[in-house]
């Protein structure tokens, strides 16, 4: 029997401030046009929603949020840092990466000096 080899696409995870949502999207939009398999944040705590209508519904939400979003960084061959504004959560999410070797690319290079 012969095995087949198949190509599969490199995947890219979305980093960044979900004040950037919309640009995510199009970041999104861009990177599949590529060819590339697009992983995301999945939840906007900043955007109004059943689930998180509460303080307490955040508080419990939000550590396993950025659980699963290191794990998308782990699954992932590259990130794409999303925005213009790199906050203490994203610059954790960027030394995360770095520390598995992922390459980092920005949508805004110039604040790449920032993440430093």
Request: net charge negative; with cysteine.
């Amino acid at each position: 029997m012969f095995a087949l080899l198949v190509h599969e696409p490199p995947v890219v995870v979305l980093c960044g401030s979900t004040r950037f949502m919309a640009e995510m999207i199009e970041a999104n939009a861009q990177e599949t046009a590529a060819g590339r398999i697009v992983l995301a944040p999945g939840c906007d705590l900043k955007t109004p929603h059943s689930l998180w209508n509460d303080p307490a519904a955040v508080e419990a939400l939000k550590p396993k949020l950025d659980a699963l979003h290191r794990a998308k960084i782990r699954a992932a061959d590259e990130v794409l840092v999303v925005g213009d504004y790199i906050g203490t959560s994203t610059r954790a999410e960027i030394e995360y990466a770095r520390q598995l070797g992922k390459n980092v690319r920005y949508t805004h290079p110039e604040v790449e000096e920032t993440a430093e």
